[in-house]
Every structure is written in C-alpha cells, then in structure tokens.
C-alpha cells in the first residue's frame, strides 16, 4: 500500500530507534536549588554539545531541596551566560527523584553538600553515578554556592569552565557507557594527560 512501510522496514527503523535510546549519555547537573549553578552547567553543556553536532546526549539540571521549586534560572545565571554569547536553555527548578536517578548516566552535584544530599536520597548511589562536579580533574574542591556577590564574580565564571572542560572530556571518549568503569569516587577520565593539561590551563 502507498505510503505504508512493509513489516521488515518498520522493523529496522524500530531496532533503530531502540539502539539510539540505548547509545544517549544522559548527564544530570545538580545543586541546592537548580536556579544558579546546576543550571548555567546544563547551558554551557548543552551549547557545547549542539555547536559540536552531538546527538547522543540528554542534559538536564536538578535541585536537592525544594526551596527553589518553580522558579526560574537565576539573573546572575542568565547574565553570566548572556555576557559569554551562550543561549539559556529554559528551565524551572525541580527536585531530583529516584526515577531521574534511574534515567541517569552521570549525576554531577556542585559541591560535598549537594552529594552527601544526592546519597541520602539515592540509596547511596547503588549504581556509582554520582560525581562532584570537579573530580573530573582529580579534584575534591567544590563550586560553592556563596551567594548573589559570587554568583556574579566568581562562582558563574568557575563553572563556566568546568562546564566547557567536562564537554571536551565527554567529546573526546567513546566509552561513556561503560559502566564497569564507573567506581564510586573514581573519575572514569583521569588518564587523559591532553586534558589535564587543558585544565592545567583554564583553572
């Protein structure tokens, strides 16, 4: 019939589709309120990732509390993203759940506060998906959340980076997916000695 696809063509575009859905990275931001940091990382992210032509991730940004529940990224945020030509992917505060969790791939929270949080509400993070934001370069600082002041200085400029530089990582591997890798703690892309270089530059 016109128009209709015959049964091994439906198929085929089936298996397609189900072997794309398997292949996405889904990578979570988070932090306290989802208004500040988590979301000016999931902009950067998401525009590095579209400049580059990818389309195997998902990206999205959650809070641990529920203070911010609704509200939209913060004007610090939308200023700093605005000064640096990075379109604001819209979006209103929402709070982590263990669904999300299940989705995941990487869950990347800002600072020590924000993954003693995401274990409490995790089951302790079963699956070792849970990351602080700058142990990607072998760091255990974290991106404090210090108020509107660091927001507007400091703080929205330290992420900037972090964000560009987890892009270059994610970019740069072709085994993202492989989950024996991921130990709980441990940065899945420590070996890579161009980027720590890199880092070595921009921090």
Known sequence: MPGKADKPTQNSALQGISEQENFMIRVLFICHGNICRSTLAESVFTHKVNSSALHNFEIDSFATSREEIGNPPHYGTVNKLREEHIPLVPHHAKQITWKDYERADYII????????????MLKNDPDGKVYKFLSFIGSGRDIADRGI???????????????????????????????????????????????????????
Not at 163 to 190: D, E, M, V
């Open 109 to 120: 929270g800002m600072d020590t506060a924000n993954i003693r949080n995401l274990n409490r």
């Open 149 to 203: 002041r660091e927001i507007l200085r400091r703080r929205t400029a330290m992420s900037w980076r972090d964000a560009t530089a987890f892009w270059r990582i994610c970019a740069g591997r072709k085994n993202l997916k492989n989950k024996k890798r991921r130990k709980q703690g441990q940065c899945p892309f420590a070996e890579n000695a161009a980027l720590a270089f890199y880092y070595k530059k921009i921090l």
